[in-house]
C-alpha cells in the first residue's frame, strides 16, 4: 500500500485530486458529452469544494487538447498504448503543478496500473475505481490481468460499482473494497409518453419494449431476436432498439431499428417504452455488471427487465418479480406478457450526489489513515 510522506499537509475539506482515464469510456467523449461516473463523481467533489483535475488519454484520435469540462480542468494527451512514458510525464507534471493529494484510477485495467505506477514514484496515495471486471474485456491478455490484480492489491483504497464487483476485487487485496452505486444522469427524467412516442413516430396503441445498445453476443444481445419472434404470435407488441447494429436484419414485423441516436435523445427513448430489456449471460462480464440502463430506466419510471445476476438482482432488490432467467427467451417473453399494462414507481433510487458522498468518505479516510 503506497505511503505518503507529506500527508500532514492535508486539507481535507479541500483535497487536490487527479483523475485518470481514458477519453472515450464506452465509446463516448467524456470532453464533448460528460457522463456517469466519470464526470459525475469528479464534479461531485469539485462542487464540495475539492480541486479536481482529470488527464485524459485519447487512446483514438490521438489529439492533445486542454481546457474545462464544465468547471473541471482537464488534459486530453492522444498517445497509444505503447506510449506509457509520456503518459506518465505528463501525469508527474500535473501532479507538481496541481500539488496532489490523492490519485483516482478509473475506466480500465490501464489506469489502475497508471495510478499506480504514478504514485509510487511520487509517494502518493491512490485510489481505483472499478465499474465492471475490466479483465473481461480481454481476457487472453494475461499480463494486464496481473498488473491490474497488483494494482488493486497496493491500492489504498478500491471502490467498486456494486457487492459482486467489490467481493471479486477482495480477493486480489486483504482489504475489503468500498461500494459507490452507479446512478442515472440528470437528463433522466419522466417525460410524458405519448409526446415522446410522436418524436420517434412509435405507435400510441402498442406495447413497446425497448432494447438501447449493441447486440453483442457476451451480453445476450442475440437473445432479442428469439424473444422477439415469440412475441411475433401477438400484434400489440413492438420490439423497438437503439444503437449501431448495422447489418442487423431480422424478418420479424414486431421487431424495428432505430439506428444511432445522439444522447440527448435517449431519455425520450426511454419514456416512450412500457418495458425495457436488459440483457446478460452469466459470464465474466455479466456477473459482475451493473448496467446504467436499469438506474435511467427506473428514473423515467419505465419498467426494466432484466437477467438475473448478481448485480441486477443487487440494483433490482426490492423489485425481484422484474428478473428473468438469463438466456431463457420463454421466460423473457411470459414476463413481458405478465408486465405489459402494469404501472410501476420506483422510489429510493440512487443519486450521483449521494454517490459523491460516498466516494468522498473513502477518500478522506485514506488520507485520515496515512497521517
Not at 469544494?49 to 487512446?59: A, S, W
Not at 483516482?104 to 485495467?109: A, H, M, P, Q, W
Not at 479483465?135 to 494475461?142: A, D, G, M, R
Not at 437473445?223 to 419472434?229: N, S
Request: proline letters at 4%.
Amino acid at each position: 500500500m503506497t505511503q505518503c510522506g507529506f500527508i500532514e499537509k492535508v486539507n481535507y475539506q479541500n483535497l487536490n485530486l487527479l483523475f485518470l482515464s481514458k477519453r472515450y469510456p464506452q465509446g463516448r467523449d467524456l470532453v464533448s458529452r460528460p457522463y456517469g461516473r466519470f464526470y459525475y463523481i469528479p464534479n461531485g467533489l469539485q462542487e464540495a469544494g475539492h480541486q479536481c483535475v482529470i488527464l485524459l488519454v485519447d487512446f483514438k484520435s490521438k489529439k492533445n487538447c486542454q481546457g474545462e469540462i464544465g468547471k473541471l480542468p482537464f488534459r486530453s494527451i492522444g498517445v497509444s498504448y505503447k506510449c506509457f512514458p509520456e503518459i506518465f510525464r505528463v501525469g508527474k507534471e500535473l501532479i507538481a503543478s496541481h500539488r496532489i493529494d490523492c490519485i483516482i484510477g478509473c475506466s480500465d485495467t490501464w489506469f489502475g496500473i497508471l495510478a499506480r505506477s504514478l504514485a509510487k514514484k511520487m509517494e502518493l496515495p491512490y485510489v481505483v475505481d472499478a465499474y465492471d471486471n475490466y479483465e473481461s474485456y480481454i481476457p487472453w491478455l494475461k499480463p494486464l490481468h496481473w498488473l491490474w490484480r497488483r494494482s488493486i492489491r497496493d491500492a489504498n483504497a478500491v471502490v467498486s460499482a456494486g457487492p459482486a464487483l467489490a467481493n471479486l476485487l477482495n480477493s486480489y487485496r486483504n482489504e475489503a473494497s468500498s461500494i459507490v452505486p452507479m446512478s442515472a444522469d440528470d437528463d433522466f427524467t419522466q417525460k410524458d409518453k405519448i409526446k415522446c412516442r410522436e418524436h420517434f413516430n412509435l405507435p400510441q396503441g402498442k406495447v413497446i419494449v425497448g432494447y438501447c445498445g449493441k447486440l453483442e453476443s457476451r451480453k445476450g444481445g442475440s437473445d432479442l431476436y428469439e424473444i422477439a419472434k415469440i412475441l411475433s404470435e401477438d400484434e400489440e407488441f413492438l420490439i423497438v432498439v437503439s444503437g449501431n447494429n448495422q447489418g442487423s436484419e431480422s424478418l420479424n414485423s414486431n421487431l424495428q431499428f432505430l439506428g444511432y441516436l445522439e444522447d440527448a435523445e435517449m431519455p425520450y427513448l426511454v419514456n416512450a417504452l412500457d418495458i425495457m430489456l436488459i440483457l446478460n449471460h452469466d459470464n465474466a462480464f455479466g456477473r459482475y455488471s451493473y448496467p446504467i440502463k436499469i438506474y435511467e430506466a427506473m428514473r423515467c419510471n419505465t419498467i426494466p427487465l432484466s437477467s438475473d445476476l448478481p448485480g441486477t438482482r443487487w440494483i433490482l432488490n426490492n423489485h425481484l418479480g422484474l428478473l428473468v432467467e438469463p438466456g431463457d427467451a420463454n421466460q423473457f417473453a411470459a414476463k413481458i406478457r405478465e408486465l405489459k399494462y402494469q404501472k410501476k414507481e420506483f422510489l429510493d433510487q440512487e443519486t450521483w450526489r449521494n454517490s459523491v458522498k460516498k466516494f468522498e468518505k473513502v477518500l478522506i479516510d485514506v488520507l485520515s489513515d496515512l497521517r
